[in-house]
């Protein structure tokens, strides 16, 4: 872009952030889905995140390490907070939080039961959407819970929807605006329709409130919400004060963020004003639950509203540093202002090619990437010993969970892939996360990837954090891979690459790299083991557990996975050569330990084969037995299809100014010549002066092609599946130490209780790794052009080019949200609602993964960390 011509204004406002001139994500949708049962809360002794903090005891409960809403927007240090409650004048509790089923409640794991919408959102929040719907009947908490005990895992869950609470239309919807005038001035507007037949009265009680801080023993001064009559004084000393200006004549209602320990402990309150204050006085009618000097640390401002038929009330809010006679004059405009600079901001994104359909699919995708934003706080080592003044935790926490994270401190905005499933960070979700926001904000997908290898995250040995419920365990190595791609977005729309953030990143990884090396390759031989890798059920065994009857498992997810690492670690290396040359020697350093996996890959010594199977022509485990022999367990999985991701191309204007470089491979070439011949011939140019790095020389790479393109195998109408559909009618059988173990192809949610039972690998279909897959084939395309040509599907007789492949399985996994000829989407199940209501039809939901044959969503129901990806197709 010329320098002269002007920004679109969302484009200045990051760029503006950035430079340092302004702060406007400072505010931001940062506030949990839910904050109760997580591993941050839980003080018990024996781990029980889930029952320790409860959604029953989340309305009483001060929270230590951040807050939850519906709907929520906070500051990045999240010192005060807004959301919204409800009540149907039904329930016994108010609607503050979105309800949901346990690990032990769910017949599939926890799960959220609500129906909620994330609709549109810009990268600095200057303007956001999402709907709630909410049921003007008793809410069914308890027909939810019993419904789905009773089921067990061969059985669907029971959603909401199906208990029929919207089949008269008897429910509101609830729009949640949010936009800001500047970085400090925030307008917010909550407009709520009802959808039924007859007038219905429903309270409405937007929320302020303070995160406690004041009670950790930091010494913190205490903020205040004050009363003044014509508005709501907000006074901080972490934030300094603001004003809050409410539209209309609501009730106001004091109270304070603190635990109602009466309740939850029977134990004296310290202060008469608890957190759950508000609930009392409108539920339970009780004013004295609220502090009459209309003052305190948490308010709520109380329409009680009767709306008619078809028709809706709109609520406005201002929270401002700048005190005004007539907050909302200029209140439409704004909002306006900023929904229209949005609309500018999105036409750039969207390719001129897509549909409207694709448009709207796409732009909703990236809205629950931004919604799914949230500050996470947690010192680990804070957390084992308890903060001064407070009960001590039990002894047994400074052996359990995260003991050896002492170090880990966080307190950040990250990118989440499910705010109410997973509302912690997980590292490989999260490389997933940043290659998707590259294409809206590569500077906060650069600053996700530099905070996970940041001395407070990463551990003294190199190892990354996993995620909360154990940072000890095991993710794919995806963090280079996702740094490259990060750059080579952020440069291609900068036009210059951000080499400080590439060595900060690369040399971080250095250490995570030697971790691996060091850690997950116990004999030495360039053939990884790496646990469970983040496809949690997919293995024949519980692969995060020791082998039945001794052994260990080679695995061919772990060696490719570490195949790859080694190239995005030479790719990132051979880019930073190009400006610094002592890169260069690194660069050799990784393609000859490429090689070293490449051959060990393939034949693992004289008296022993490989993982890869001729006769099959696919990649398998290996499995290393106590008696010193080994067996393939020829079970085909996305494991085998991973070798597919081990590729680099580097043109041949690079190759040339990396002398020392080309002359150590050639020595290479001539030295070990055994290794050389298993992989692609990277001396060789084709295409454009393209040379190719990889696992998979052509031969091989169309036998693995054969398999997976196959529709009785990995080709579904809707991508690529997890699990061959060859083990539908006849299951895989290993016998091992005297037991039968047998995996089925199972397409939609999981059958066994491993890893929780709340997701599946052994069947459906999984965004991350079909993009992954769909980005592979795109490169080979780059070398082998036009004239490589595979037949697609298996046994059709039609052969195709890598790059129209690519496409035809990128069109597949578009149409899971795409509406088909009968106007229905199959992420949504065929239910008649969802697919042809006026009032659903047009909302999409980006979940986990899904059917391996319809195409229905399944798992966590706003995973739009990694699905979000589909916006990239």
Not at 32 to 59: F, K, L, M
Not at 102 to 108: I, M, R, V
Not at 303 to 327: C, F, V
Not at 587 to 608: P, R, T
Request: charged share 25%; with cysteine.
């Amino acid at each position: 872009m010329n320098s002269s011509t002007p920004l679109n204004p969302e484009k200045q406002r990051l760029q503006d952030h950035y430079e340092g001139k302004t702060n406007w994500l400072k505010w931001g949708p940062y506030v949990s889905d839910r904050q109760w049962g997580t591993v941050r809360e839980d003080y018990s002794a024996n781990g029980d995140a889930w029952n320790h903090t409860t959604h029953d005891t989340a309305r009483s409960k001060a929270y230590r390490w951040g807050e939850e809403a519906i709907g929520g927007f906070s500051d990045d240090k999240q010192f005060l907070c807004a959301g919204l409650a409800l009540w149907n004048g039904k329930d016994n509790i108010l609607k503050e939080r979105l309800f949901g089923l346990t690990n032990e409640e769910g017949n599939h794991g926890e799960d959220v039961k609500e129906i909620y919408y994330f609709l549109d959102g810009s990268p600095t929040h200057s303007y956001m959407k999402m709907l709630y719907k909410y049921p003007l009947q008793a809410f069914p908490y308890q027909q939810l819970i019993d419904e789905n005990r009773k089921r067990d895992r061969t059985q669907p869950e029971f959603e909401l929807i199906d208990t029929g609470l919207f089949d008269k239309d008897d429910y509101a919807d609830v729009f949640i605006e949010y936009a800001k005038n500047d970085e400090d001035d925030l307008l917010i507007s909550y407009t709520v329709w009802n959808r039924g037949n007859a007038a219905a009265t429903i309270d409405v009680i937007p929320q302020l409130w303070y995160r406690n801080t004041w009670c950790i023993g930091d010494g913190s001064a205490k903020p205040e919400l004050l009363n003044q009559g014509g508005y709501i004084l907000l006074r901080s000393a972490d934030i300094g004060d603001y004003y809050c200006f409410v539209e209309g004549n609501p009730k106001l209602l004091f109270t304070e963020n603190e635990s109602n320990s009466e309740r939850l402990y029977n134990f004296p309150n310290a202060t008469p004003y608890v957190k759950d204050g508000i609930h009392e006085a409108i539920v339970k009618g009780n004013a004295n639950a609220v502090n009459p000097s209309q003052s305190g640390t948490k308010v709520g401002m109380w329409y009680h509203l009767t709306i008619p038929a078809g028709e809706s009330h709109q609520i406005r809010i201002r929270l401002s540093k700048n005190k005004s006679a007539a907050p909302f004059t200029d209140f439409k405009q704004v909002m306006d202002l900023r929904i229209a600079e949005t609309d500018s901001f999105y036409t750039g994104c969207h390719p001129s090619s897509a549909s409207d359909e694709e448009k709207k699919m796409q732009r909703q995708a990236w809205a629950g990437m931004l919604w799914n934003k949230q500050f996470y706080s947690y010192d680990v080592n804070r957390w084992l010993k308890g903060d001064p003044g407070q009960p001590k935790p039990p002894e047994q926490r400074k052996k359990g969970r995260n003991s050896k994270w002492k170090h880990f401190v966080a307190n950040d905005i990250l990118s989440m892939p499910d705010k109410w499933e997973y509302p912690w960070f997980a590292a490989w979700d999260l490389g997933f996360h940043c290659i998707s926001f590259a294409a809206l904000d590569p500077d906060f997908a650069k600053k996700q990837l530099t905070i996970m290898v940041s001395s407070t995250y990463m551990h003294p040995s190199g190892q990354l954090a996993a995620y909360e419920w154990d940072f000890n365990d095991v993710n794919p190595p995806v963090h280079a891979m996702a740094t490259w791609h990060v750059y080579q977005t952020d440069k291609a729309k900068k036009g210059k690459g951000d080499m400080n953030f590439l060595i900060e990143v690369f040399n971080k990884l250095l250490l995570n790299f030697t971790w691996w090396v060091n850690q997950k390759d116990s004999e030495g031989n360039n053939i990884f083991e790496g646990g469970f890798l983040g496809l949690d059920n997919i293995g024949v065994f519980n692969r995060s557990q020791p082998v039945p009857g001794g052994g260990f498992l080679e695995q061919a997810d772990g060696t490719s996975w570490m195949a790859m690492y080694a190239l995005n670690m030479m790719q990132i290396s051979m880019e930073l050569a190009l400006h610094h040359k002592v890169f260069e020697s690194l660069a050799v350093k990784f393609s000859e330990h490429f090689l070293f996996i490449a051959g060990s890959i393939s034949n693992m010594g004289e008296d022993s084969h490989g993982l890869w199977d001729e006769e099959d022509g696919f990649y398998y485990d290996m499995l290393r037995k106590i008696d010193g022999t080994a067996d393939r367990v020829r079970f085909r999985s996305l494991v085998g299809l991973i070798p597919l991701f081990a590729q680099v191309v580097f043109e041949e204007d690079k190759w040339e100014k990396l002398d020392f470089l080309k002359n150590q491979m050639d020595w290479f070439m001539v030295h070990r010549p055994d290794l050389v011949n298993l992989v692609s011939h990277w001396t060789d140019t084709k295409g454009s002066d393209e040379h190719l790095l990889s696992l998979l020389r052509g031969h091989r790479m169309k036998l693995l092609l054969k398999r997976m393109l196959d529709p009785n195998e990995f080709l579904s109408d809707y991508g690529i599946r997890s699990v061959s559909k060859a083990y539908d009618n006849t299951p895989y059988r290993y016998q091992l130490d005297g037991f039968d173990y047998t995996v089925k192809y199972t397409p939609a949610e999981s059958d066994s209780n491993m890893f929780g039972g709340n997701s599946n690998w052994r069947g459906p279909i999984w965004m991350p790794m079909n993009y992954l897959i769909i980005e592979s084939l795109k490169n080979f395309q780059q070398y082998y052009t036009d004239d490589f040509r595979v037949e697609y599907p298996t046994g059709s007789g039609e052969y195709h080019s890598l790059a129209e492949i690519a496409v035809l399985l990128s069109n597949r996994l578009k149409s899971i949200f795409l509406k088909d000829e009968n106007g229905e989407r199959p992420a949504s199940g065929g239910h008649p609602k969802f697919n042809h209501d006026p009032y659903f039809k047009d909302y999409i939901l980006f979940h986990e993964y899904f059917n391996g044959n319809t195409g229905e969503g399944l798992g966590a129901n706003h995973q739009t960390g990694w699905t979000g990806l589909v916006a990239l197709l």
